[in-house]
């Protein structure tokens, strides 16, 4: 940048033969503008100024410095209005990794954001595999749970608690349970994560369920929409996201059991590869999740 500065006032004073007036137009003052000229001279080894007390005039080399230098201060001009354009108006591909069930609470919010980014093209790939966000070449990742890679930046989203829950002609054909030791006499649906092989424990205030928990019956699935079906189709009580059920609830197609007795909260956020600049397409994406992630979810951070 000092470089730059001094770049700057040799130009202003070449053009104008005047520390004076060159400083006016920069906005310093002519002491500081000689000191940075005179800086320059040294860097370069040359004498740029043929300098008298009536007089500024350039030397030869001085003039040859007027001619590229004009050239690099134009192509700095363009490369800044070039960004000012890219922040104002973010445009291009932006790769987004999403777990299968995030579809629930980002597509709502998609047409909004194309309205507001018509330039940013989405591509959303949605996995429940752990992909390697920068390996990958992916632009943004949204995941639950805590960041384990220091190459990555985080921005929390939103919270999410956990709820046991089962369709009302089970809960009719099997006698509800009262206290949270009484889920060995259910048929209690398990969810296996694709990507481990690991079963999702049960975090309740008075049990951990895992798999060596052994109920009634036992079902188990890998993906999150084969667990909800299997829950509204009456096979067993389920320990799922509130928010993928959160609907459910409220219309009576499920009804929570033990309420109150998960203890367990996580969160998503949005992850990115860390840097020091973030592109404008990426930091508009981030920004907007932030600001329009579901109210229910959201937490303080």
């Known amino acids: 940048m000092d470089s730059l500065t001094s770049l700057t006032s040799f130009v202003r004073t070449a053009e104008t033969l005047s520390f004076v007036q060159a400083a006016q137009l920069l906005g310093i003052s002519a002491s500081a503008v000689g000191k940075n000229v ?5 860097q370069l080894g040359v004498r740029l100024f043929h300098r ?27 490369v800044e209005a070039e960004i000012t354009q890219a922040v104002s108006h973010p445009s291009g591909k932006l790769r987004i990794s999403l777990p299968v069930v995030g579809y629930r609470l980002i597509t709502p919010l998609l047409p909004h954001f194309s309205r507001l980014y018509p330039d940013i093209e ?3 790939d949605f996995s429940d595999r752990l992909v390697n966000v920068i390996d990958e070449g992916f632009d943004v990742a949204i995941r639950s749970g805590e960041m384990q890679d220091s190459r990555l930046q985080a921005r929390t989203l939103g919270a999410f608690r956990f709820v046991l829950c089962a369709s009302p002609g089970y809960l009719q054909s099997h ?11 259910h048929h209690c649906i398990l969810f296996r994560f694709p990507a481990t092989g690991l079963l999702q424990s049960w975090e309740l205030a008075n049990l951990r369920v895992t798999g060596e928990f052994q109920p009634l019956k036992l079902l188990t699935v890998n993906n999150i929409e ?3 079906h299997s829950t509204l189709a009456g096979m067993g009580i389920s320990y799922v996201p509130d928010f993928v059920v959160g609907e459910l609830l409220k219309r009576g197609e499920l009804q929570e059991v033990l309420p109150g007795s998960c203890v367990r909260e996580s969160r998503f956020s949005a992850i990115w590869p860390a840097s020091r600049y973030l592109s ?17 979810h959201r937490v303080q951070v």
């Open 38 to 42: 005179a800086r320059l001279e040294q």
């Open 52 to 78: 008298s007390t009536r007089s500024v005039s350039l030397t030869a080399e001085g003039a040859l410095l007027l001619e590229r230098s004009r050239l690099i201060l134009e192509q700095i001009r363009d």
């Open 122 to 124: 989405l591509e959303l």
């Open 175 to 185: 006698q509800p349970p009262k206290r949270s030791d009484e889920l060995s006499r």
């Open 226 to 228: 084969a667990m909800v």
């Open 280 to 296: 404008p397409r990426v930091r508009c994406f981030v920004d907007f999740l932030a600001a329009h992630w579901p109210m229910v």
